[in-house]
């Protein structure tokens, strides 16, 4: 199982767009996926859910990634596995041949909780207590996925909200690999350093209390690395990238500790406007004649290959 945190500062730059049409051409191949929703927007919830069935169906059954956050130790109440749904539209899309999306819902009380996880972090009274509570908060998310139940998944994308906050942090230390949706401009290329920067410093102190901590060896050092960035919305004129974008990406290519996928997906709002039916990710309704369709299987290709993750009968 591989698990990806897809991430990026700034909001819409097409992180859940990403995660949500990546997950369903990766199970589509035949893998066992599953979602999970960090972003307190719950965009990439509602995606598979209208939001009538999300307040009936998840949030009023309390299966929504927010009741596991409250939990005094996330995870401690309530078993992660206990609030993996399994959307009906897309799976039936899918056919049931092997591939599946699961999901593991957002909620929007999730944005009060950061603030809440902090002031736990702040609790502990000695210096071994708080390296203790550091390491249990951090990594309360990869240790509810190294359970058992989700070794059946080949897949696990995260998508992250635009923040660094300590949900966000979660899932970092949960993840193999980074990816990072943005958009070819100024504004959007600016913080990818930065941001590299952030999650070398979160590794580093992570790693740094496993070693130093003494006692409980629980926690085990993390390493996730950068997949490299995914250039979103492109604009294509005469299936060329316009200038101004090509030059962005090739500034970033060159100057920045950031790797750039090759593949790149470009603005298509007649796949991903807001007419679309709910349930079902754009790249499944398509048809594979669409350039957007062939960019998200390069992609798929791309990804893929770099986690070394194939479906089952092509092990
Ligand atoms: N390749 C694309 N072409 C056109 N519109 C897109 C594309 N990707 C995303 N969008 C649209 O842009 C908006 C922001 O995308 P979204 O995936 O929600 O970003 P984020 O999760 O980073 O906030 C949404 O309305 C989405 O439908
Ligand atoms: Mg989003």
Same mark, same amino acid.
């Given at each position: ?175 193999? +690999?980074?990816? !990072?949706? #943005?958009?070819?401009? &100024?504004?959007?290329?600016?913080? %990818?350093?930065?941001? @590299?920067?952030? /999650? ?38 005469? +299936?060329?990238? !316009?200038? #101004?974008?090509?030059? &962005?990406?090739?500034?970033?290519? %060159?100057?920045?500790? @950031?790797?750039? /996928? ?43 290959? #770099? ?9």
């Amino acid at each position: 199982m591989q698990v990806v945190a897809v991430m990026n500062y700034k909001g819409g730059v097409g992180k859940t767009t990403l995660t949500a049409n990546l997950g369903a051409v990766a199970a589509r191949r035949g893998l066992r996926v599953l979602l999970i929703d960090l972003d307190p927007q719950t965009n990439l919830t509602f995606s598979f859910y209208s939001i009538d069935e999300w307040h009936h169906q998840l949030k009023d059954t309390g299966r929504t990634i927010k009741r596991w956050y409250e939990d005094e130790l996330p995870g401690r109440d309530t078993p992660l596995a206990d609030l993996v749904v399994t959307p009906e539209r897309i799976n039936a899309v899918l056919g049931g041949a092997g591939g599946c999306v699961d999901l593991i819902s957002s909620h929007l009380g999730l944005i009060d909780i950061d603030l809440e996880l902090a002031a736990r972090l702040g609790g502990a009274t000695t210096l071994e207590g708080s390296k203790r509570k550091f390491l249990d908060l951090h990594g309360c998310l990869r240790r509810a996925l190294a359970d058992d139940q989700f070794a059946g998944y080949d897949l696990v994308l995260i998508d992250c909200a635009p923040n660094f906050g300590l949900v966000t942090k979660t899932a970092i230390v949960a993840s193999e +690999q980074i990816l !990072v949706p #943005a958009k070819a401009d &100024y504004l959007s290329t600016l913080g %990818l350093d930065y941001l @590299v920067g952030n /999650l070398r410093a979160l590794v580093d102190q992570f790693n740094d209390f496993v070693h130093h901590k003494g006692g409980d060896r629980s926690h085990r050092p993390i390493d996730p690395g950068v997949l490299g960035v995914v250039f979103t919305m492109v604009q294509i004129y005469s +299936q060329q990238v !316009v200038l #101004a974008q090509h030059n &962005y990406i090739e500034e970033v290519r %060159l100057n920045s500790r @950031v790797p750039v /996928l090759e593949s790149k997906i470009r603005n298509s709002p007649r796949h991903f406007g807001d007419a679309g039916e709910t349930g079902v990710p754009a790249m499944l309704r398509a048809t594979g004649r669409d350039d957007v369709v062939k960019e998200f299987d390069q992609l798929t290709d791309e990804v893929l290959g #770099a986690l070394g993750v194939k479906p089952e009968e092509n092990r």
